[in-house]
């Protein structure tokens, strides 16, 4: 028969191989996870370099137009070249409406500092609006016809009617978007390139283009008029009312608008979608 102090004593021993056994087993288990977790951390982080790689290469080639043939003719390729030309034209009409309504704000002011002058300079520059550096003097209706936006819809009709919506020799080529031909002496005809006719770096680059086109050209001068008097009647600068109101862009005069305006009214709700 075993004593009570044997028995008390293999109980005490068989504790301690228990907790040891157990410690063991956390110990492994933790060894494991730690592991696991180390082995997620890695891949994570290669999933993380490998993101912002795709992002680098991504932003690099955003500026360029796509190869938008790749998508199937109709919605699919429209909506694509929407969700690329799209965010330059509304970025663009945000910066002129930013300086046209600076602009207003100055018109009868008596105070001009260094960086108002200056300022001013710019925009006349940029304008193409003579203008002497007297504050008293200011060409303001030259300016403000010429500081004002052109319509979206009507500057993404045009681009998909010029491009074929993108699909273009001259836009996949050039970045020219708008048909718009270089001056004399100022072709860059480089590889590639179609000759005769603007080359742009980016898309950005060509949206930029044709605003400044139509708003400093003297070919253009009715279209800022029409555009000016609608600001002078407190009505709103739509695609609607500025087609037909496009002189001289193309040599088939009224018929071009036509066609423009039929564009703009069959893809009017997939272009304001894009907005």
Request: aromatic fraction near 8%; charged fraction near 20%.
């Amino acid at each position: 028969m075993i004593s009570i102090p044997l028995r008390r004593l293999g109980a005490t021993i068989l504790m301690f191989l228990a907790i040891a056994f157990s410690g063991e087993t956390l110990a492994q288990t933790h060894s494991k996870t730690a592991s696991h977790k180390a082995h997620i951390s890695k891949i994570s982080g290669k999933k993380k370099v490998s993101s912002k790689q795709e992002y680098s290469r991504n932003s690099v080639n955003s500026s360029s137009l796509p190869d938008l043939r790749k998508y199937p003719s109709g919605a699919p390729r429209k909506k694509a070249f929407l969700r690329t030309v799209m965010p330059y034209i509304t970025s663009q009409n945000a910066a002129i409406i930013a300086e046209r309504e600076w602009l207003m704000t100055r018109q009868y002011s008596q105070q001009w500092s260094a960086a108002d002058r200056a300022r001013l300079k710019d925009i006349a520059k940029r304008y193409k609006v003579s203008w002497s550096g007297n504050t008293r003097r200011i060409p303001w209706n030259t300016l403000l016809e010429r500081v004002d936006i052109i319509p979206a819809s009507m500057v993404a009709t045009m681009a998909a009617a010029e491009s074929g919506w993108g699909t273009s020799k001259l836009a996949r080529n050039n970045n020219n978007l708008f048909g718009m031909k270089c001056g004399k002496g100022r072709c860059q005809n480089g590889p590639g390139k179609v000759k005769g006719y603007s080359h742009f770096d980016s898309v950005k680059e060509s949206v930029s283009a044709y605003v400044v086109n139509l708003n400093t050209h003297p070919a253009y001068a009715s279209f800022r008029k029409s555009r000016a008097q609608l600001r002078k009647a407190d009505q709103e600068v739509t695609a609607s009312n500025m087609i037909h109101k496009l002189k001289g862009y193309s040599t088939r005069g009224q018929s071009y608008n036509n066609y423009l305006f039929a564009m703009y009214q069959d893809n009017q709700q997939l272009i304001a979608a894009h907005m």
